[in-house]
């Protein structure tokens, strides 16, 4: 009986989402306004990942080995890519949420911070310039190392670029506002396991197994030789990924958090 690699290895997502559902669930961690804040930031990015496969897969990755996968294709990219997305993104906010709601409950920001802070704010944007401009020197940066290293296909890295304008762009217009609520020891933790277990799952199995490829002109050029050539937006693509925090801490602030009826 063939058993499709690629298929069965996303338990490494799922398994820990279905073990932190069942946790919540018995220690009532989380009020119905953070569930819904939670899954709509859920669904929300995971457009994102969407939008990656559906526009630019073709252009940045290969998808060689058809026995990897359970041979649903959506445009031609195995269905495994877009469930590869939405749990992707389901782990690192459930861990940082687990992280933030009971392992590391002593840096948590009361709800009634949140309360006062919304008040306040009236739903009005922050937005960090800073982040505009970090993302910016980035690219700037990124196109000069793949001039250098990497001449060939597209001028800029493709590939690179897209992850950091889509992990800046939540930091441009979310972290004014949330940067004195991410519970930040969370927030470090979930980028450490998150890269610890997805670089570890893709030079042991995504990559020997041909799960999928890169296209290298559309990279930097930067590849690690003794992880079967991985380049290096394989590994800096968690740490954008954790940037999505401040879009749950947005949500929390700014819609789903009930406003409290005494202020200081």
Same mark, same amino acid.
């Given at each position: ?20 559902? $069942?946790? !919540? ?5 989380? /009020? ?29 990755? /290969? ?13 031609? %990219? ?6 590869? =997305? ?9 861990? =940082? $949420? ?10 948590? $920001? ?18 960090? !310039? ?7 020197? *980035? %690219? ?24 950091? %304008?889509?992990? =800046? ?7 004014? %506002? ?10 470090? !933790? ?8 997805? $670089? ?22 930067? *590849? ?41």
């Amino acid at each position: 009986m063939h058993i499709p690699g690629y298929t069965v290895s996303l338990l490494m997502w799922v398994l820990p989402i279905i073990a932190m559902t $069942v946790f !919540f669930i018995q220690h009532r961690v989380l /009020t119905r306004e953070k569930i819904f804040a939670l899954l709509a930031t859920i669904l929300a990015l995971s457009s994102i990942g969407f939008v990656l496969d559906l526009i630019f897969a073709h252009c940045f990755f /290969t998808f060689e080995n058809t026995k990897a996968v359970c041979g649903i294709t959506i445009c031609q %990219i195995p269905i495994e890519e877009f469930v590869f =997305y939405i749990t992707g993104f389901w782990f690192i906010l459930f861990v =940082y $949420v687990f992280c933030d709601e009971w392992f590391l409950l002593k840096y948590n $920001v009361p709800d009634d911070e949140y309360a006062r802070y919304r008040s306040e704010l009236e739903h009005k944007l922050i937005l960090h !310039f800073k982040s505009l401009w970090l993302a910016i020197i *980035f %690219i700037a940066l990124g196109t000069i190392c793949k001039r250098l290293i990497n001449p060939a296909g597209e001028f800029i890295p493709g590939y690179f670029t897209f992850l950091v %304008i889509t992990a =800046y762009m939540p930091m441009f217009l979310f972290y004014g %506002i949330t940067r004195l609520f991410i519970n930040w020891q969370a927030f470090f !933790f979930t980028m450490q396991l998150t890269m610890f277990v997805s $670089v570890i799952w893709e030079v042991t199995l995504a990559i020997p197994g041909k799960y999928w490829g890169y296209q290298h002109g559309a990279m930097l050029g930067i *590849f690690i030789k003794h992880w079967f050539g991985l380049p290096l937006e394989a590994v800096t693509v968690w740490i954008f990924c954790t940037l999505i925090i401040p879009v749950y801490e947005f949500v929390k602030i700014c819609y789903f958090t009930p406003i409290s009826s005494t202020k200081k």
